[in-house]
């Protein structure tokens, strides 16, 4: 019922910068958070950043000064600026959002597919 569909992902060497970029859709009510989480080798998923619809944002200490997250509710996409990359940051990336089909159900959490990120030189 709700796809998300991330690009944005590929090789980078050690200081470059990427965009990620998520697009929701299918039978969409209302979008609540977005956001990215990544999974990196041998590592458990963990939070990137999100941003609330109103556009509140949490950030990963990690990645903060580095990384900036914006979002679109006209066009129900998020994205994500990443600087200053790191070896450290090579992950699959994921986006996610909690989304609310129609107004009787609750809302749920639905996930992309993931995009490869790799900072190497």
């Known amino acids: 019922q709700v796809q998300l569909v991330e690009s944005g992902g590929g090789l980078v060497q050690p200081g470059g910068s990427l965009r990620l970029s998520c697009a929701a859709s299918?039978?969409?009510?209302?979008?609540?958070?977005m956001g990215w989480y990544r999974q990196g080798p041998g590592k458990q998923r963990e939070l990137v950043a999100v941003?609330?619809?109103?556009?509140?944002?949490r950030v990963a200490d990690s990645v903060k000064g580095r990384f900036t997250i914006s979002r679109d509710n006209a066009k129900n996409t998020v994205s994500l600026q990443m600087n200053s990359l790191k070896p450290d940051d090579t992950a699959v990336y994921y986006c996610?959002?909690?989304?609310?089909?129609?107004?009787?159900?609750?809302?749920?959490?639905?996930w992309g597919q993931g995009t490869q990120v790799t900072v190497s030189s």
């Open positions: 941003i609330t619809s109103g556009g509140s944002t």
């Open positions: 996610s959002a909690v989304v609310q089909v129609t107004i009787i159900l609750p809302y749920q959490n639905y």
């Open positions: 299918g039978s969409i009510f209302s979008i609540n958070s």
